[in-house]
Structures are given as structure tokens and as C-alpha cells.
């Protein structure tokens, strides 16, 4: 990572000048990999609880493809799709009571990857027990599956929401997988690091969302922020302070908790004074695709789909790349940083500050675990399994105040 | 390859998976590849005579892309389609009596490769001997071309097949090249290997024909068999007996002759006690794609097409995946094994001794024929050169009984 | 090269080809590649000067992806489009009078890649001169934009070109880039070298483009030519002669000016005892893509569009595959050669001449520059730095006639 600035050649010329490379330890998510490992630390969500039905459907995580389905009996199974008798894959597979039966000969698998018949075999199959289909295990909260993907002897428990609990009557908590706040597809097509980077990044709102493009957010946001960061126990944490014309002081506390939830007070301020009560995780399908998988409380389950962005009337989709040119968002800056971006040619100066910090977060985190060490931010005691948000917008008289 | 079965760590969970590896030696066709080098010491069928025109087709064997055309005089050629000159490929040759032209330069080759013509050069070109455009030995015989692309000096003879000769009046020998049998489009996009494997591979009828996705041959499919499996001079046969509740035996024998020659038994019974008159080659295109080509016997030439199998009067190429979910069949079973199955992944089982044997004589013929040996079933004298065919459906009175 | 001629086996089966090898060093265009340096080396054109406007454009050159735009001011520039500051694209970039606007922070380059502000930073940036966004150096000549991607100490002067000056009243030089003289998409999808050594190749003019497909040029071009080669100073020069049945002779003069100027008199004969005014510059897109830049002088702006090839009255575009097998041109010719060709299965003759000579000339000139020489043709003094032309289409009284 190159902190420092400096010319390439005296001449500057294209000619003279190298390309760097990726933060690959960061940005990378396979199995084996140091950041790889980390989000294997943590469950996941993969699915809206919705999708999980009997018929199964291909999920890719973590650039692992695995087979997602429902029993009769309403349990959630997360399976490798090849079926270990002979290969077939498990998406072509048909869901009983107990599990999933290959469409070729017809063995039979529960949640848990145990084989219940080989209905070819001598008495149902002696030997059944012998095999096992890799499986993961998962757990419904909030309208999601959510899915351990490491190691079994160190799963942590999955942990509840301060904001999704105790919700007053009328409201609701609701979960999305639409790629709300990527500004572009439901499934966006680069690596997750260029938008995990983005939320502790608060100078591009000015810029690319105000400034350049026009207000794509409230007016209030157009306003150039003071801002000061901090680490969390398990993430960075920025307080961006904006004095508004009218004397009034305007505080967003945003944050990144370890290793890929968003914590990003509503942009369209619908409300302030109060905790962020809408989450997003960022979860990487593979090095170079990722979805957001959102919650959010709400007394209308359509807030966030009412929420989607136009540009005169038009949805993000249905644009033109000229178009595209002349109102950038989100996704045309981030997605155009590469496949997996150089982070090695960046050019960090003060007001990139969130981003070094949760740079260096991760790649100590990273080393942490591959030497062993638990991560931050697990939870292994059911009393105190609760991620407690303390990120939002808040009205402040003063700048000395601190709402948190 | 994988025959004992054990458990993947203890918890089972995919985590601790470590993906296998496909069996390269059985599954790979190109050139200097063990199988490759037993798929070329046999004569191939490439193409129906009628698409042998004189508009030049591109064609891909074995990897291996050539250009098939036929003379004014109707001799078929088979070329490698760059032009020995400069290179311009003879696709876009001009056919003419004697051999075909290259649109460049107009250099003339005929079927075997000899340069007739250099109409730029001097006297047509004082030395165009000294150029040879590659090719290969093609015959015609039962309606399709025959290609040798094996060691020039170890050519066998193109053997006639009993069961296509002496037909009788009112019947007719025809050729197909729609992927009959293949369960999916006329070219499959994955692995020879998945698909001849399950020739032999008995079991999967009554579960994925039958149980799995409703009837798809006749109900007396749908029995499960008791097996019998043998090795023949140059393939693997097995005897399958159904005890039908109306007290009958059916009996049905199909084999593979190697190297990719399935005699597979009218699935729909429309000949019974009688040999199998519907023989399908499987020709690899190249890797992770193949062709089966199919001859069969009948008064009808369109019996193969009206055999078609239909789901709600819908052909297969017109569902929506998720009915092919529904209603999987050989091609969602084989394809979704992967582009190239992970062999190794396999947990074969009692029911699976016919694939378990199909490989064991693979590798030992491979290993054969890279030691300098030739494969089984070749023929060097014509007067003995025909494929004899032993399988079919039977009615037979009692167990012991053996039509063959 | 093979330059001798042989046969393979001596069956000649395509069992014992073995295919060759492209010429790497002549082919491929990449920075640090021997012919791509020594395109480097020579002004370039990359767009029409009429596209580069407000609106960034992508243009990809010699294997480079760069981002072309005009200031306000009217100033082209051509800039690396990952932004030097956090990498998203200068193309998501908004055009101002000095220079372009990051979306993603609002940094601003200029055409020479300074950056003149950082609007986040402490006054805009203290730090800005430190940094410099890639460029290359572009000028405007002739509705060209033209760029040098070579090493900035060694940058010579853009020429100018004789018959580009002067130009009669009522005439005009005019700029294209639709792909003239390709015979297939404006953007070709092979490898340059296939294009460029067909210039030199006078042969395929009467087989190629007159007896094969029908006359695609006048009908004087099917007669074969008597050819001389010889070198220039910065090329290879082909003098061919054609003895018509009405005893004229025409005499057509064709240039190869290094890297990748092709001087070809108009094969329609539209001017015909006067220099060649119709100039294109064969540039790689990248190893497996090029266009062709063309500039004539002409009193009709539209000239080279209505001279668009029409078969049966339509365009080439709007043939099917076996109507171009019909009447195959330049493009089916040399994209079938391959992506790129396998330079050494050439079995180059007599009437190859022209095509051995520029082999030989490019890879003594690639030599040159990797040795630190400069190559020919380049011009550092402002006085002469003009391109003379010499090519023409001639008519001729007797064949010891030389009008150049």
C-alpha cells in the first residue's frame, strides 16, 4: 500500500509508468485466504429466509457454490451440490420431509449432510452412515439464512441486533438482498473491498453525490464535513459534523464493523436522533462479484424499494452508459476501480484517513487469524450475544457534544 | 479413483472439504492424451453424408478442427483448415471437382492433401509435391462419414455391423446426429465421460426415469433390476432382470464396446426379443463437449424424431429451468456432474460395478495402447470385419435362461 | 519462418502435424514487446479528432486502455483512466475548461496529467504538484487526433504528409475510421500483422478479389501482375505491372512505410496517373484487434462511404455466414488465418516475395530499437519533417517505364 505520494518519471508519461497491484490479502475472499479466513469467522447472511424454499436454488458465497433449499419439515439445508454418491448436482435434487434426494439415484441427504437411503442398495444402503455430504450449518433471524462457512470448532453464536429487538408496535424488522446503497445491480460485478472501503470514505458524498452528479441525497449531505475517526473494539467508526447554513449542526456517526457490516445512518435523513436502524452486510459471492444483504425497521416493508434512486424518472437500470457518465454514482465509481482494484497505486492523503485505518484493521485482523487468534466481535456467550449499533445522524448544538 | 467410502472430517461440515480431481487419463480426447490416443486408433463417425457438401463445413473432433466437404466427383474430404500457404482458412475454400480451393491464393488440394494447383506461381507451381495440406482417411458407410485420425500406419478396417446388414425389404438403415438418447440439445456441453459411463450404470432408470420425474421410457422401466455385469472381448455387458407383478421376466442386455459404441436396448420396448438395432456413438467434439451419433434400423427414417420426448407437449429445449428441475433426465443429471466430473469425488458403491468395471478397462486399454499395443476390436481382415451385437430386450421364462 | 517448403510425414496425415508458431516479434504490440516498441516509437492516430469531445471516450491502443476527452478550452488529452488519487475512471469524469474532473473525490487533472485540484484536501491541496496522473502527448493534424506512446526523450515530430498539402480548392482532406479497405467491421478482430503484410502481397488481388468471388474490384485488377519489390528507405515498395488485352499497360505502385503506414492506390481506379491521396494506418487495438485510420483528399467528404462494398445490394454486415463463404474478402481471408496466425506453417513461394521482405525489414528494424537505435523514417527536424508519397495507380507506355 502506498502511503507516501509521488511522481512516476519526470515526464509523468503513461509510458514510464507501471501499474501496482491488489491488497490481495485484503481483498481476497477463497477458502485459505487471510481475509477469506476472517469472514469464515463470522456467520453470514446468504439468502432471504424467503428463498429458501423447496425448490432449491444455487447460492455462490465466499466463491463456494452450494445448494439452498427447505425441507417439508420447514429446516433450512446449505449443501455442496455435488452429490458424493456420483456427482450429480443437488440442484436437480427433490426435497422430502427429511432432506434432499438426488434426481440420479436417488440418495437421500438431511440439513446436516447425512445420507438416510441409497434406495438401490441392499436394505436402503448398509453402509450409509459411511458417507456424508458437506454441509454448513445455518440459522434464520430477521428474515434471513444466515450461514457458518468455518471452521466447526469455532463457531460463535449468532448474534441478535440491539436495533431489531424490542420494535414498537406498527413496525417491523424486513431484510432486502436488492443491492440497496450499492447504486447499481442486485449483485454487483466487482471485488466487495471497493465497496466495504466506501462507507468510512465520507468525502466522496459531497463530491460524487452532490457536487458532481447532483443532490442524490438530501441537501444537507452536499456540505463538506469536518470529520474525525476511531477504532471500535471490532471496526472503524468516523463522526462527520457538517455546519449548515441556517447555524445548525448536523452529526453522522457511521460504521464499519468487523468484517463486512455497514452501519450507514439513512442518507435521505427520514430519521435523525435516533440509532441507525438499517444494516447492511457486504458479502462477497466471489473475489470479483458481492450482494448487500440489508435489514431494516420500518412500518412499511416497501420503505427501501421505495427508496430506489431515479434520475428523471428513470431507474439506475434503464440509463444509458452516456447517462451513466453524466450522473455517476456509487456503482459507476466504484466498479470502474477494476475488478479487484490497485490498491497499491492509490494515493492516500488526510481525507482518506478511514480508509488506511480499516486497511490496516483488516490486515492485522488477517494476521491474527492465520496465526490462530479469534477475531474481534464474536460472540460465544449466549447472555451477551448482541451487536449493539451506535452509528447515526443526530441534531448537535455544539461540536464538543458526542450523542453516542 | 475413490472406492471405499469414509467420512470427510468429523463433523462432516464442507469446510474441512477438499474437492478431488477428475480422472484426466479416462476423460480427456485430445491428442497424445491416454484416451485420446485410444478414441483415434478407431474409425469415428463425424457427420451425416448428407451435411458432406460442397459448401465446406467446420467441424471439431477430438479437439481437433477440420474442414469436411465433398467434391464435384463426391469424394469426401476431411482437412486440417489452415492453408498450408499462407494460412487462410479452407472454410472459406471453393469446392471444385477434384478437390477444394483456398479463396486467398487459390492453391487446389485434393481429398488426401495433394497440392494440384498454385495458379499465382509459375507453371502452376514447378514444385507444389513438395506441399502437402494435413488430412485424414474418411469413408462413407450407413449414411454417415467415418473419419481415421489415428497413426496412419496402424489403420484398421471400417467394420460393417451385423444388424445393419441384410435388411430387410420395407426397413431402412438411417443416421442421426440430434444427440438421441442425450436427454438435451443435439451437441452436449460437458464430458463424454458422464455420459457413456451411464451406459452402464442400470440403476438410474427406475430412479431418475421413473420414481424421480414421472415415467420417462415404459412403466416396466421402472422396476428395479437385479444385475449382472461381464466383461466382453472389448467392452463391459450387463443383464438386467426385471420381475414384472404380471409374473414375467424381463430381460435386458446392454453394452458398451469400446471405445464408444453404446448398445442400448429400445428404452421403449418397441423391439423386443430381438437384437438392439439402435447403436450410438459417443464422439467427443473436444473435452467439455460431445455429439452422439446414432444409426438405427427401421421403416420409418423418422422414427428417431418422433421419439422425442415431450413433457406437456413441450419439447425439452422449451422448459424453464426450474422445470428441468422438476423434471430432470439424463442431460440435467450427466451436465450438472460438471464440465469435467470430479472422479475422484465418487463414492461407487455395489450398484455402480458396471461403471467401477467400464474404468478399470479404460485405464488398462489406455495403458495398452501407450505402451504400443493395440486396443481391442480393431479389424485388420476384411473378411471377419463386422461388429457383431448382442444386446436387446427379451422375454425369458425363467432367470437362468440367457438369450445371448 | 519456414521459408523452404516440406512435406509432414509421409502420409502428410494431419495425426502428424504438428502446428507452428505465430511470430511473436513481429506480432504482438504490448509495452516492452519488440514490434510494440517500435510502434511506440512513431506518432500515432487513435481517433477522429471530431470524437473527442466533452464526453470521455475509452480507447484502447496497442494494448493500453486510456481515456480520451477535450477540454473547454479545446485541448485534447489522453490520460490512464484509473485515477491516481483511489482509482475509479477518469471516464465517470466530468470535462471542465482546464482539464477532468474525478467523479469519485473531485480531483482535476489536465492534459498533461497535473493535477490542479484536490477540493477535499487543506486549500485544495498542498500536496497536488506530487502527484501526476498518466498522459501521453497528443496533437491534432488532419481531423486526426494523433499520440506518442513512446519514451518521452525520444519523441519525434508528427510529420505532415506532401499530398495532404496544397490541396486544390474544392477539395478536402478528410479523416475515417470506419474500417475502409478491412472489407469487414470498422473494428477488426484479429491479429494487425495479417492485415498489414496482405499489402505487399499483390497476388491474392486477381485470385482473392476477382476470380474467386467475382470482380470486387475493377475488372482491370483480375489480370495477374508482373511484380518487383525493393526496399525504401522506411519500407518495402511493389511495383506491378498488368499488360490489358487492349495492349495498355497499367503499372500500380503499392508502399509499406514503417511500422504501419499502407500506401495503396485505389483499387477502383478513381485516379489513376497521380499519387496515391488515399493514406491508412493499420493500429493494434491490442494483439487481437486493430483499426485502420484513413486519410483522403477528395472534393466529396463522403467519398469513402459510398465506396462501400455491396454484394447483391447489401452490406457485408448483413451477409450470412454462407454467403461470405461465397464471396469471401480481405476480412475472411485474413481473420481466418486465426486470432493470430501460426506465422511459421507459411510455406512462403515465389510470389510470397513482398511478405518475406517485410518480415525481414520489421524484425531487423525491432532489433534496432531494442539495441537502443532509433528506427527509420522518424523525423526531429521541423524543416523536412514531411512524409513523402510515392504509390500511385500509372498507365503506362512500355514496361521500362518508371514514374515514380
Known sequence: MTLSIENQ?????????????????????GRGTPMGEVLRRYWQPISLSSKATRTPQNVRVLGEDLVLFRTGKGKVGLLYPRCCHRGASLFFGGVEEEGIRCCYHGWVFDTEGHCLEQPCEPELGLHRDRVRQPWYPVQELYGMVWAYMG?????????????????????????DDSGFSGGGPAEMDFNWLSHWENVV????????????SGNQFVPEMAVL???????????????????????????RITEVVMPNLRVVPDV????????????????????????????FRADDPNLLKNMKATYSGRLWAELSEEEHQRTPGDYEAQSSQGKISLHTDDH???TDQGVTMLRRLMARIAKQVAEGQDPPGLFFDEADAVIKVSGGNYWVSDTTDDPS
Open 9 to 29: 518519471g519526470s515526464s509523468g508519461s503513461a509510458y514510464d509508468f507501471v501499474p501496482g497491484q491488489a491488497l490481495e490479502n485484503l481483498a481476497r475472499v
Open 151 to 175: 471452521p466447526p470448532d469455532r463457531m460463535p453464536i449468532l448474534p441478535r441486533i440491539d436495533v431489531f429487538e424490542d420494535v414498537p408496535a406498527g413496525e417491523g424488522v424486513y431484510a
Open 201 to 212: 470514505d465520507p468525502f466522496h458524498v459531497p463530491i460524487l453525490h452532490a457536487r458532481f
Open 225 to 251: 464535513p469536518e470529520v474525525s475517526y476511531s477504532y471500535t473494539p471490532s471496526g472503524v467508526r468516523q463522526e462527520s459534523q457538517r455546519r449548515l447554513k441556517d447555524g445548525r449542526i448536523f452529526q
Open 268 to 295: 435521505m435523513m427520514r430519521t435523525v436522533d435516533a440509532p441507525c436502524d438499517t444494516l447492511g452486510w457486504v458479502v462477497p459471492v466471489d473475489d470479483e462479484n458481492f450482494k448487500i444483504f440489508t435489514l
Open 348 to 350: 492516500l492523503t488526510t
